[in-house]
């Protein structure tokens, strides 16, 4: 067994690191529901590290195609519609990947989220971070970095926001950070409860484990 | 008495004393069940996929039917090395009751020697699946590692599923719906009243007097299998194109290709199908409301499944068309069933799920794979899988 985190280096590309940290607070053999699965990549992982039962729910009907052909449970289906038809606490654990960002009202999934499992993680690329400040003062334009690539016209992430803001609607929903690993030029960084404003801008990725 | 008999075109099982209860109240005493098995089945009983045919479909999903030399159903997809794998897995179909192809139906003789007519039985999709259950006792085959089957076969899928989860390890409903929908029942009506429009019908008849309403019948054919096709296909196909003729007649001969099309589908249907069975089947289609027999909650019918279900659907198929596929994911969710859901992209309707689409051969062979591997059989290659 691999330890994600160990292995979280400069070798991987940040998307990878992401899946890495999210599968290291995944409990074995647990019920994981994916909310924006992609091509199954995470999926994949939790099933060979960490023997989950693990269903997935994709909006690319590309996406979900790749993935029941290479054996996973994926539907298609939209994070902002379709929760509401997943029983309450049918999973152990909710995983939203870099998805937050895309959907139309965050606080309503993250409420869905919380009703379907008893442990939600949830990642986000940090609009906090100095590089994203400094190109929308200096600049004075939108940051566009390897995270964030798309034009602000053609990007689906219309909902971004920095850690701090995402603890606040955390504190709104009444979700507790168990744990927050964040990710400064390759490296992980671990620590429990709010983070600080330094983390917030030195963070590009944020991973939080919460409960309610 | 029991009788098991090779009939020219597949197997056939004899029950004189079956006892089938159906769900109209009345009994079939005398049931002979048609059917075709490929492969071998192991020694755990664990490999057996049951395959559902479609309203018009019979046993013969693979190979040729002997008996008229037509190719299988659904040659591309059963066979050796083919999605679903005759070198792997022990492959049943049977013909279902009320058919026309060997099993029990309304031109089957009655105890005095005279056919049914329309003294047989109203029959339900879940009349065919305790047929098709009576038939795994018979073989003793315990459960199914897979049941699949499009459109009327998608039904009966899901009918094993709510009614005889036990015996199902794995579910594959393709172009299918849990319920008929109004619009698939006023098309099926169309089809009945051509039939029973027909003059050569007799009431039912017709056997006795030795005649047939092929017009009829051809008529319903033709109807339907509009349906079963798209806007887009049939204008790729055909377009406004003449047929043999360089202008247009001023009359009603099939001046269209379309048109010629269609009078040839329904002439060489009415060859191979019986009227009766026609009205029987598309009743029971009819009559199909999963969800009407759990409280009118589709999710209770699926409540504690154990099965994993992959629901495939096609875009351009708008006789079931994939919001009932959503309907029945959403249900199968709401039920905590594993469930995958691929909509495949097509131009060619409802009859995408028997034709050559490689995405469905590609979800259907991963789905199997993970189903196999969770199941404890063998992979394709002969190894051992793993057991997580």
Not at chain 1, 71 to 87: E, F, I, K, M, R
Request: glycine fraction near 8%; aromatic fraction near 8%; hydrophobic fraction near 40%.
């Amino acid at each position: 067994m691999i330890d994600p985190r160990a292995s979280a280096n400069g070798n991987l590309n940040e998307k990878r690191i992401d899946l890495m940290l999210i599968a290291s607070l995944v409990e074995q053999g647990t019920r994981v529901l994916d909310i924006g699965c992609g091509n199954g990549v995470l999926m994949e992982l939790l099933v060979a590290e960490r023997g989950v039962d693990a269903r997935g729910l994709e909006l690319s009907q590309q996406g979900v195609n790749a993935c029941v052909s290479r054996g996973l449970a994926v539907v298609q289906g939209n994070a902002d519609t379709d929760l509401s038809y997943y029983p309450d606490q049918g999973f152990d654990t909710v995983i939203l990947s870099q998805t937050l960002q895309a959907t139309q009202r965050p606080k309503e999934v993250l409420q869905e989220m919380s009703r379907i499992g008893s442990k939600l993680i949830v990642s986000i690329p940090n609009f906090g971070h100095w590089r994203i400040r400094l190109a929308l003062a200096l600049r004075g334009r939108m940051p566009e970095t390897q995270a964030l690539s798309a034009t602000w016209y053609e990007t689906a992430n219309i909902h971004l926001c920095s850690m701090l803001d995402l603890i606040d609607l955390c504190d709104a929903l009444s979700l507790r950070v168990e744990t927050c690993l964040t990710v400064t030029n390759g490296k992980v960084h671990q620590s429990s409860g709010r983070p600080s404003a330094r983390q917030n801008l030195m963070a590009e990725l944020v991973v939080f484990e919460l409960t309610r | 008495m029991i009788g098991q008999e090779n009939a020219a075109d597949g197997e056939r099982l004899v029950l004189e004393n079956a006892q089938l209860t159906l769900d109209n109240g009345s009994v079939l005493d005398t049931l002979t069940l048609a059917y075709r098995t490929y492969g071998a089945l192991n020694a755990d009983k664990s490999n057996a996929i049951l395959i559902c045919h479609a309203l018009t479909g019979d046993h013969h999903p693979s190979g040729a039917n002997p008996l008229t030399g037509r190719a299988g159903w659904w040659d591309n997809m059963v066979g050796p090395s083919k999605p679903i794998d005759t070198d792997r897995y022990f492959v049943i179909c049977q013909n279902v009751i009320g058919g026309c192809a060997g099993s029990t139906g309304p031109s089957s003789p009655r105890a005095d020697g005279t056919p049914y007519g329309l003294d047989f039985p109203v029959i339900t999709i879940g009349d065919m699946v305790r047929a098709q259950n009576v038939l795994l006792d018979r073989l003793e085959i315990p459960d199914l590692f897979c049941v699949i089957g499009g459109s009327m076969g998608g039904m009966q899928v899901l009918q094993w599923a709510a009614a005889h989860g036990e015996r199902v390890f794995s579910a594959i409903p393709i172009a299918t719906a849990a319920r008929h929908s109004s619009q698939n029942i006023a098309f099926h009506e169309v089809g009945r009243q051509a039939i029973l429009a027909d003059p050569d019908w007799q009431g039912g008849n017709y056997a006795a007097e030795n005649t047939a309403p092929r017009k009829g019948l051809a008529v319903a054919r033709m109807a339907a299998h509009i349906t079963y096709l798209s806007e887009a296909a049939l204008q790729r196909k055909f377009g406004r194109n003449l047929q043999d003729r360089d202008r247009l007649s001023y009359g009603f001969e099939a001046d269209f290709q379309i048109e010629s099309y269609l009078r040839h589908q329904g002439i060489s249907f009415v060859d191979r199908f019986d009227a009766n069975s026609y009205l029987y089947i598309t009743r029971a289609m009819d009559y199909f409301d999963l969800a009407a027999d759990y409280g009118g909650t589709l999710a209770r019918a699926f409540a504690n499944t154990k099965a994993r279900f992959c629901v495939v659907s096609f875009t351009s198929d708008w006789l079931f068309p994939t919001s009932e596929s959503i309907s029945l994911v959403r249900a199968l969710n709401a039920a905590g069933a594993n469930v995958s859901f691929v909509e495949i992209e097509s131009d060619k309707g409802h009859d995408a799920f028997l034709l050559d689409e490689p995405e469905m051969e590609q979800t259907i062979i991963g789905f199997l794979n993970a189903a196999a591997i969770a199941r404890g059989l063998p992979l394709a290659d002969g190894s051992e899988a793993r057991h997580d």
